[in-house]
């Protein structure tokens, strides 16, 4: 075959490229900054683009000090040396699939640390994930470390966890987050953000599988009444295998410490909730034992590879099929005698 003759159809290959190209775009699909319609504590509703409810859940305690209003997501850690506290969340009621190789999700939640959930040299742990709910809205918050919500809520929900770890304790490092079997304590089956960290409060039936230790370990902590973001990414980078991501960056854009890990075991690619929270841990003397974070925003967004119209493949096998006819019916007339 001569050369020429396949141009017609690379020119049809260049429709579908670039009317796939034209359609790729970042979407936001969850925008929260707690002004429309949000709740927190109270029975799960359904999430639209820019509300939820969010569930908080602490460890040793029922959670106590929290509040929801315009710009501000606000809850604390029981006042003691050593506590889990976490919020759920579902982002959307139309879960989001990475199909396409190259499509990615990721979750950027705006905090301040306004009471030492981080503090300077101390063991403590920052984490953030994406899961799959499989329709199970969280419970209505609880202490993780007792009895009461055994079933339900959390329980089933697998994804994927970032931890950025601090001076003396965990490494930083990325793990899954599996669908939890019955407990000792039933309610820290509900956690879906802290692997193990405690016999009582943490999900340990089973642990979860670590995908990279990564990023090391912050040791400068974070600064109380500063802002920070995390920005958390799950991309379908091959066949069957995600890149996992997660960078802590400060008010002036700096990166303070990123993450990276693959996985190719067992790969969930469907999400729907989100987990946010930190393990205050063995502070510093002198440090306060309470610890508290306000959110200003949560925002989830998707780049997912669409569907070309099912017009563009018919104009392009049009376009293809005309242009190779005409050099069909050239040819044959060139080659007559």
Not at 24 to 47: E, K, M, V, Y
């Amino acid at each position: 075959m001569k050369p020429h003759f396949i141009l017609p159809v690379l020119a049809a290959a260049g429709i579908l490229g670039i009317a796939n190209q034209s359609l790729l775009a970042q979407t936001t699909i969850f925008n929260d900054t707690f002004g429309n319609g949000s709740t927190i504590q109270t029975a799960p509703s359904t999430p639209t683009a820019n509300s939820t409810t969010y569930e908080i859940f602490q460890q040793g305690g029922t959670p106590a000090n929290f509040s929801i209003g315009a710009g501000d997501l606000h809850f604390s850690g029981r006042n003691t040396q050593s506590v889990l506290t976490e919020a759920q969340a579902l982002f959307t009621s139309s879960p989001v699939t990475l199909g396409t190789i190259g499509d990615s999700l990721n979750l950027s939640i705006t905090f301040t640390d306004t009471a030492s959930i981080f503090p300077s040299g101390a063991p403590s742990t920052l984490n953030i994930g994406l899961y799959n709910s499989h329709s199970s809205p969280p419970v209505t918050g609880v202490r993780l470390d007792s009895t009461g919500s055994g079933t339900g809520g959390a329980i089933g929900w697998d994804g994927y966890v970032a931890r950025i770890g601090g001076t003396g304790g965990a490494n930083s490092a990325i793990f899954t987050r599996p669908p939890q079997g019955p407990s000792t304590n039933p309610n820290q089956s509900q956690d879906v953000l802290f692997n193990g960290a405690s016999g009582s409060g943490s999900y340990t039936n089973p642990t979860g599988m670590l995908v990279a230790t990564t990023g090391g370990q912050l040791a400068s902590g974070l600064a109380q009444a500063s802002t920070y973001t995390l920005s958390y990414t799950i991309t379908l980078s091959g066949a069957g295998t995600l890149t996992i991501s997660n960078a802590l960056i400060d008010s002036g854009n700096t990166v303070l410490l990123s993450q990276i890990g693959k996985t190719s075991a067992s790969i969930e690619t469907t999400f729907d909730a989100l987990g946010f929270g930190w393990r205050y841990n063995n502070p510093p003397p002198g440090v306060t034992a309470a610890s508290s974070a306000d959110i200003s925003s949560i925002i989830v967004s998707d780049n997912i590879s669409p569907v070309p119209e099912p017009s563009i493949f018919a104009i392009a096998g049009l376009a293809a099929a005309g242009l190779m006819r005409r050099r069909l019916r050239r040819r044959t007339f060139e080659e007559k005698p």
